[in-house]
């Protein structure tokens, strides 16, 4: 994403739609304020590489999500 972090396209997206149910994927480790703001907003995270199983797994804990 060029010129922008995975960061702040969470924070954009939580902008325009706060109800939105977030994964974030990525092949770095989840460090940073990520793990504190995927917390809060209750959402989730899946590191790469990653399985279809491991990734149907994730989406439906996170869908499973109040």
């Known amino acids: 994403m060029p010129g922008i972090g995975g960061e702040e396209v ?3 997206i939580k902008q325009i ?3 939105v149910k977030v994964l974030v994927s990525s092949g770095y480790d989840c460090s940073g304020r990520m793990p504190e703001i995927l917390r809060e907003d209750g959402n989730g995270f ?3 590489p990653y399985s279809l ?3 149907s797994r994730k989406l439906q ?3 499973n999500m109040a």
């Open 53 to 55: 199983s491991e990734l």
């Open 17 to 19: 739609r706060p109800d």
């Open 10 to 12: 969470y924070r954009r």
């Open 61 to 63: 804990e996170v869908l």
């Open 46 to 48: 899946i590191q790469k």
